[in-house]
């Protein structure tokens, strides 16, 4: 039951490019949506988030689109920096629910 | 000073043990969670616990029961481990139980079943 999902299982970029991270859900009744980070042997942090009503939301280098219709979202890092190699999930929510897509491996090359 | 600690970071055991793993927040965050990444590194839910429900995903087996003796503390008690139990167990909180403002994460605990 992939409610989320990150067809991605990785992606590489070259520094001070732009990194895209997509993701797509299938139910309609998640009503936020989140983006996180994971480091090696560290818990996920919570990066930016977006609710349903919204299409864009932007903080700093991070950027996330939403498009309700097509039931996508995704993550805009620019410009990308090799502190930014990491693990990103997204994650849908809805009243004590919260669905995790299985990751896209960022790696930001110098 | 870690927000959601977890306790051990790393458990190998032998089937048919029962274990626990800790949890604490110190952020005051009113709700709790219990997630497991699994093989595929999919975080599935487990439970969520605030001080008015413990909600629990149906396909969660029996053997796994949370118990919180105080607002800050989720501890996940596990029976009679078995081989497919093995995987990375997150505790994670949140400000309420939407958790519109992000989850915090402890750092997980890898249990190992022998």
């Known amino acids: 039951d992939q409610q989320v999902k990150q067809n991605s299982p990785s992606l590489s970029v070259q520094e001070g490019r732009i990194s895209i991270l997509n993701c797509d859900y299938t139910?309609?009744?998640?009503?936020?949506f989140l983006w996180y980070k994971k480091y090696p042997a560290e818990g996920p942090t919570f990066l930016i988030s977006?609710?349903?009503?919204?299409d864009k939301n932007e903080d700093g280098r991070f950027t996330v689109f939403l498009n309700k219709s097509a039931k996508h979202l995704s993550l805009h890092i620019v410009p990308s920096q090799p502190g930014d190699s990491a693990v990103y999930f997204c994650?849908?929510?809805?009243?004590?629910?919260?669905?995790f897509g299985a990751g896209t491996r960022l790696t930001v090359k110098p | 000073d870690t927000a959601v600690s977890q306790t051990p970071k790393y458990l190998v055991t032998q089937m048919g043990n029962d274990k626990s793993i800790k949890c604490e927040q110190n952020?005051?965050?009113?709700?709790m969670y219990w997630y497991k990444q699994d093989s595929k590194k999919f975080l599935k839910i487990m439970f969520s616990?605030?001080?008015?429900?413990?909600?629990i995903n149906e396909t969660v087996p029996n053997r796994f029961s949370p118990k919180s003796p105080d607002k800050a503390h989720l501890n996940l008690h596990i029976n009679s481990l078995e081989l497919g139990d093995s995987a990375v167990y997150f505790c994670?909180?949140?400000?309420?139980?939407?958790?519109?403002?992000?989850?915090?994460f402890g750092s997980g605990t890898r249990l190992t079943v022998v």
């Open positions: 952020l005051g965050h009113d709700t």
């Open positions: 994670a909180s949140s400000q309420d139980d939407r958790a519109n403002y992000g989850y915090t």
């Open positions: 977006i609710s349903s009503i919204k």
């Open positions: 616990y605030n001080n008015k429900e413990l909600i």
């Open positions: 139910n309609s009744m998640f009503d936020y």
């Open positions: 994650a849908a929510s809805a009243p004590n629910d919260m669905r």
